[in-house]
């Protein structure tokens, strides 16, 4: 996993120094070092840095940017549902990891190494559940027997859903306003698949879907919004997305 900034990813506090938090970030295969300045870590004046920070306790922070010198990263930026999701998927990464170890015993460490190379554990393994070419290259790794016998365990699993909601504003002085947005919402239900959008005051409303993989439907989501944001214009609609 090579890091982007504005990617969200699990730390592990090691260090205070000064006014500078040092922390050991989590990638697929290894670790690398982060920092954050004190400014990053809450909003408003800090009078005990433990009350937020405390060492080797797993955090998710958002990059800001990234140097020859250090990943520089941000606690504050970060949401509830990011904190949310990132943790999930540490949780589900070493959950999966678990049953590899179970089948394949001694054998286990390696091939998570070689799956890590290229992806995380969570995410093959979940591709070998329903595509035959990911499942050929489980069967390769671990023998047909134990690949059955893993995906079998996969497949009794209930995996967890996250809500994603985003805040929108759609307002227009045109004669026929109520009539264009209602039509915009239909089409933008239409496109959304099986979310629910809700009224909440005048020209505001909550668009909410359940997902499994929060950042790929935050990303999926925000591109079809845009889009309605260029139609919407086009009938003389103010139609915004609340950040």
Excluded: W
């Amino acid at each position: 996993m090579a890091l982007e900034e504005g990617d969200v990813v699990l730390c592990t506090v090691d260090r205070i120094i000064g006014t500078n938090v040092f922390v050991r970030i989590h990638l697929d295969n290894k670790e690398v070092e982060g920092s954050i300045v004190f400014s990053e870590v809450a909003p408003g004046r800090i009078r005990n840095i433990r009350d937020y920070i405390v060492p080797k306790k797993k955090i998710a922070c958002k990059v800001l940017r990234i140097l020859k010198g250090g990943i520089e990263l941000s606690l504050r930026r970060v949401t509830k549902e990011e904190q949310k999701e990132i943790k999930k998927k540490y949780e589900l990464e070493k959950s999966f990891e678990k049953i590899l170890k179970s089948i394949l015993g001694e054998k286990a460490e390696k091939i998570i190494e070689k799956i890590k190379e290229k992806e995380k554990v969570y995410d093959f393994l979940q591709k070998a559940k329903d595509s035959p070419n990911e499942r050929k290259q489980l069967e390769s790794l671990a023998g047909k027997e134990n690949a059955e016998k893993i995906i079998e365990i996969i497949k009794t699993q209930r995996q967890k859903k996250s809500i994603l909601k985003k805040e929108l504003f759609i307002t227009t002085s045109e004669l026929d306003g109520i009539n264009i947005i209602k039509e915009i919402l239909k089409e933008l239900l239409k496109e959304v698949k099986n979310a629910k959008l809700r009224y909440t005051s005048a020209g505001h409303y909550t668009l909410e879907k359940e997902t499994e993989d929060i950042k790929k439907s935050d990303r999926e989501l925000r591109e079809i919004l845009i889009d309605f944001e260029k139609k919407a214009k086009s009938k003389r609609v103010e139609f915004s997305i609340k950040k």
